[in-house]
């Protein structure tokens, strides 16, 4: 059983970078069968695909924060990472780090998520 | 973008009863078409994929059905621990969930 951790810091100030690494265990995150996914939810509001990457480096990210985004992996540390700039309130959320399968499949596994408040 | 819509926001029901929960795609979807449940405080769970299939380790009450824009999740008989937010989500198009209905104790 695949299991995914995020860590960062959990305040960040206005305008700043929001960053995040999710660690993966119990699996490779070099498998061809999957991508690594970042999802956030507001409180009390629904759930936001933010992006995934694949073991390759390539990146597939959410059109409305494309501007903002930078998801990347590194293999030797089985470890993924989210930079997200320009932070305003609206960003604050409790972040996810999922897998994903490959097309057409689901979220099969998930991290336990980490909020970030966006404050001064 | 794909808009999923799920409805209703809530539905108030006792342990024991039949929840059918709606989830309807603004475009066909296809059958790729996955459900969640969230409880409090935790990350969400994948109960059905591809529509119908329930996934690893999720119980026989979990049933799923649907194909291009109307898709329904049925639990057949509550167990408490069924009481939870519910979330469906495409990925015929990009990534998309619905808004989430939340099933609680009437």
């Known amino acids: 059983q695949v299991l995914l951790q995020e860590s960062g810091p959990g305040l960040v100030k206005p305008s700043q970078t929001l960053s995040l690494t999710c660690t993966v265990s119990?699996?490779?995150?070099?498998?061809?069968?999957?991508?690594w996914s970042w999802i956030r939810q507001p409180p009390g509001k629904g759930l936001e695909w933010i992006g995934y990457?694949?073991?390759?480096?390539?990146?597939f990210y959410s059109p409305s924060l494309k501007s903002r985004l930078t998801i990347s992996v590194d293999t030797s540390k089985n470890q993924f990472s989210l930079k997200m700039t320009s932070v305003t309130a609206a960003d604050t959320a409790v972040y996810y780090c999922?897998?994903?399968?490959?097309?057409?499949?689901?979220?099969?596994?998930w991290g336990q998520g980490t909020l970030v408040s966006v404050s001064s | 973008e794909i808009v999923l819509t799920q409805s209703p926001a809530t539905l108030s029901l006792s342990p024991g009863d039949r929840a059918t929960l709606s989830c309807r795609a603004s475009?066909?979807?296809?059958?790729?078409l996955a459900w969640y449940q969230q409880k409090p405080g935790q990350a969400p769970r994948l109960l059905i994929y591809?529509?119908?299939n329930r996934a690893t380790g999720i119980p026989g009450r979990f049933s799923g059905s649907g194909s291009g824009t109307d898709f329904s999740l049925t639990i057949s008989s509550l167990e408490p621990e069924d009481f939870a937010v519910y979330y469906c989500?495409?990925?015929?198009?990009?990534?998309?969930f619905g808004g989430g209905t939340k099933v609680e104790i009437k």
């Open positions: 119990a699996g490779s995150i070099s498998s061809d069968d999957y991508f």
């Open positions: 990457i694949y073991h390759s480096g390539s990146t």
């Open positions: 591809g529509a119908s």
């Open positions: 989500q495409q990925r015929s198009s990009w990534l998309t």
């Open positions: 999922a897998r994903l399968e490959e097309w057409p499949g689901p979220f099969d596994s």
């Open positions: 475009q066909s979807v296809n059958t790729y």
